[in-house]
């Protein structure tokens, strides 16, 4: 089966400018991820979709970040305008939904690597 | 809070040893706590251990899940300069509900 697609790869642009993340998950998974990966840190939620409704945006600095799934698959994740502490990989994954235990088991993408000058 | 420590965050060794990593977590709702082994590009799932299935084991690779004391290891045996990456401890704490990750621990293996 295809996996989680991520674009672009790799994007420099200087604070205060605005830049965009596509992702394409697994077919079938209802459920998609954005996490920030800080280098040497672990992959930090930002947030959650259940189909096209956010299930956890807890932790998205809504003041600069926003994310949208509208049909209930592919997914983009802004930042306007970015900060240079948002240099960081951002990851997109992609899970079942339901009760099984399989269903936390994430599928992730490549990421893409972000760095604000 | 929920929260995940791997330890230690880095170590080297020589291809061929036998390593342990360590991964402690506190948790309100334990459901599973999964490893994953990222290299240069996206974290891939290596096991889930659950309460029903606290050991798990795949060639080199090994784990088990201590529920009592709260922490797990992975046991990498004859490592290979393949081996080398960032493992990561993730845990989930209830059905539906998004991982959360230790900050990892870099291996690297020379030859």
């Known amino acids: 089966e295809a996996g989680v697609a991520q674009s672009p790869r790799y994007k420099i642009i200087e604070k205060r400018q605005s830049v965009a993340f596509w992702c394409n998950p697994i077919?079938?998974?209802?459920?998609l991820y954005w996490y920030q990966q800080i280098l040497g840190q672990g992959p930090k939620l930002l947030i959650q979709?259940?189909?096209?409704?956010?299930?956890?945006d807890s932790q998205l600095p809504k003041d600069r970040f926003s994310a949208e799934r509208l049909k209930g698959v592919d997914s983009t994740l802004k930042i306007q305008p970015a900060k240079l502490e948002d240099s960081a990989v951002y990851l997109c994954a992609s899970s079942l939904w339901g009760v099984l235990p399989g269903a936390n088991v994430l599928t992730f993408g490549a990421g893409s690597r972000l760095t604000v000058l | 809070e929920d929260k995940v420590v791997q330890s230690p965050l880095s170590l080297v060794v020589h291809e061929g040893d036998t390593v342990t990593l360590n991964c402690s977590y506190e948790?309100?709702?334990?459901?599973?706590l999964l490893w994953y082994k990222q290299e240069k590009k996206a974290p891939t799932f290596l096991f889930m251990l659950t309460s029903s299935g606290i050991e798990k084991k795949s060639g080199r690779l090994s784990s088990i899940l201590d529920k009592k004391e709260l922490f797990s290891i992975l046991n990498i045996t004859a490592t290979q300069t393949g081996d080398s990456a960032v493992y990561l401890c993730a845990l989930a704490n209830q059905a539906g509900t998004a991982l959360i990750f230790g900050k990892g621990t870099t291996l690297s293996v020379s030859s």
């Open positions: 948790v309100t709702n334990f459901r599973s």
């Open positions: 979709f259940q189909n096209n409704g956010v299930v956890d």
């Open positions: 077919s079938g998974h209802a459920t």
